[in-house]
């Protein structure tokens, strides 16, 4: 195997499809998280996104794949789009038995994504999508890294539940790179991420509310204790995103690669449950 000239992605960083499935939906029945809504609805939220956000990143990848020379990084699509596949269905299954549960049609819970997207695929350039997938890339992945350095976000949640998210992240670490190097390949520049980023930061955030509040809608205790209980649960002083602030800002540097923030000794804790041996450290 050799390096790809133009990534820094280390060369022993592997990308296993793991066709694993998960049985949830009696799960998805409860609050699953501990019994608590807020972080039961934070995760299902986020889930809602998944299969219509990995369908147009596979897309976007794809569309440059004929400008893609090197034979390592055409290995490693190949790779990302396996996954991806995966995480689309199993995220879709999720879906499904979720919003069957909360008596919410998944049409309604995906219409602003699924009309957002529409746009982006008759209006924008495929680099510009292709930008926007990098930037989201960075999201998950920085989202995955704090899920296995912040273990107390999972803390309480059905094993179940715990599995599915821990498979989902430590994919999302493997190929956190690839659609970042196809950008640099094919001759994405510094400033087009940047934006990218601003916008999809805004974007993702919007969605993840507007599915949390659709999934509380019947919540009947005092919604200021639930939402302030849940921004100490997220930003609190053993919150599950804390830390995500330098790793989110070093994506804004001109010279940013993903694996500057080379975690595969934390993820490699994980790599027993799943198999694959996939990101093992130096």
């Known amino acids: 195997m050799h390096q790809s000239p133009?990534?820094?992605?280390?060369?022993n960083v592997?990308?296993?499809?793991?066709?694993?499935?998960?049985?949830?939906?009696?799960?998805?029945?409860?609050?699953?998280?501990?019994?608590?809504?807020?972080?039961?609805?934070f995760f299902d939220a986020m889930s809602i996104l998944f299969p219509l956000g990995e369908q147009f990143f596979i897309d976007s990848v794809k569309e440059f794949r004929d400008r893609i020379e090197?034979?390592?990084?055409?290995?490693?699509?190949?790779?990302?789009?396996?996954?991806?596949?995966?995480?689309?269905?199993?995220?879709q299954s999720y879906n499904e038995a979720l919003c069957r549960a909360r008596g919410i049609p998944?049409?309604?819970m995906e219409e602003r994504v699924e009309k957002k997207q529409a746009f982006a695929r008759r209006y924008l350039r495929p680099i510009q999508r292709l930008s926007?997938?990098?930037?989201?890339?960075?999201?998950?992945a920085i989202l995955a890294d704090a899920t296995f350095r912040n273990p107390e976000g999972l803390e309480g949640a059905h094993p179940e539940m715990q599995a599915l998210w821990h498979w989902h992240a430590l994919e999302e670490t493997e190929h956190k790179s690839v659609a970042f190097d196809v950008f640099v390949a094919v001759g994405g520049t510094y400033w087009r991420r940047r934006i990218s980023m601003l916008l999809v930061t805004l974007d993702f955030t919007q969605h993840v509310i507007r599915n949390m509040r659709l999934l509380l809608r019947d919540y009947k205790g005092s919604r200021f204790k639930l939402w302030w209980g849940g921004m100490k649960f997220l930003f609190g002083e053993k919150g599950a995103l804390r830390g995500l602030k330098e790793p989110y800002l070093d994506f804004y540097k001109k010279d940013f690669h993903p694996w500057d923030h080379d975690n595969r000794e934390l993820v490699s804790s994980v790599m027993s449950e799943f198999g694959g041996g996939a990101v093992n450290p130096i």
């Open 6 to 11: 133009l990534s820094r992605t280390p060369q």
């Open 14 to 41: 592997e990308i296993v499809p793991r066709n694993r499935q998960f049985n949830i939906e009696e799960v998805l029945e409860t609050n699953w998280h501990g019994g608590d809504a807020f972080k039961t609805a």
């Open 70 to 91: 090197d034979p390592e990084l055409q290995r490693r699509v190949r790779g990302f789009v396996a996954q991806e596949s995966i995480h689309r269905r199993e995220h």
């Open 106 to 108: 998944l049409e309604k």
């Open 132 to 140: 926007g997938t990098v930037a989201l890339e960075h999201l998950t």
